[in-house]
């Protein structure tokens, strides 16, 4: 019974990194599998720190 | 009984994870009703990409880099990742509490009560943290960028190599631009502090268009190859095209070549502009034409994609059919 129980929180294991390894690799395939880039925009202008420059605006002071 | 429970939970958490691998699987972007499939690796032969001669024809290839320290990248990409959103979280709580101090600072400035000089000092000493906070963030910004780049398949080694060492010396310039923000203390004088946040920003401003440039570079390399392979579907395409003489076919061809010579003309205009942008005013000055060009470049590539998934069906209905395996060599 111990043997059975091993294995299987051992499949479970290898199956849960699997599963990882899909989601990391999706974004490169996906384009692949459309034959165009799916989010151009987001690819090409990066918001994300915007509102950095904002932020660096120590003038205040 | 017990055992027999814990046998079953067991049994059917193993399962579920199957099945969500497979889904994922199933899903990733594969979602054409004539299931258009790019393999990684094919048989020369079966692909059809042989010509005349018996040589494989280098235009018929789509060449993609495949080093050790890509893989290694690969691998690091999502630790890269995973760093950067920690600090951007840890950054975003701390610029809250930035207004509030902003807010009292401003209260004291035509105090001399005790309070207020201590929480003048108070503020000298958290502007200090803020801006090396934003050093931070932009560091990890860059490292991130960097692992991108090298992990990219797209790319040529000679461009990963050179977009690399481009990002190597914009994390070396706002290392040294942090390293000038640890002399800051609570006695630092107003003009100091302001003259630090103005190094910083300079730094970052001019970073930023770099960092536009190397991400437009990484989006042109897969652009390039996805045209690649619609110019080979195009070939062959136009090889079952002749046996068949069907005029809806032709149509349909003339149609798909067209988009797909648009899109190439469209990435070559956004390239030569990118190229030409050294500085980072020639960047930003050519920044809104290079993403139109992309823009349409892709837009192209999209709509040609309706006309291959038309022109397969076609030739579904007349028994035949075209390989959509690609080689891919790998560099």
Known sequence: ?61 | MKKLFIFVVLFLMVFSTFAIADNDDRNNGREDDINLELRDKGDVEDNGIIDDSGDVKDNLIVRKRMTSRLQEAREKLSEAKEKYMKVKERYAEKIKNLEKVKEKYGECQNSDTEDCKLRIKDTKTYAKEHLINSADLIIEKLNELKTKTESSEDLTEEEANEMIATLDEKISEIEEAKSTLESLNEDSSKEEIKEAANTIKTAWNKINLHMYKIRVRNVGAMMNNLITKAEIYGDRIELKASELNSDELNSLLSDYNSQVENARQKYEMAKEKWQAATTPQEIDDARKEVNQYLKEANESLKQSREKLREMISMLKQNDSEISLDIEEVQE
């Open chain 1, 1 to 61: 019974m111990k043997k059975i129980i091993f294995v299987l929180l051992a499949l479970l294991f290898i199956t849960a990194c699997s599963t990882s390894e899909v989601s990391d690799t999706q974004d490169s395939e996906n384009s692949e599998d459309t034959g165009y880039i799916d989010n151009i925009d987001n690819q090409i202008e990066d918001s994300d720190l915007d509102s950095l420059d904002d932020d660096l605006d120590l003038g205040w002071i």
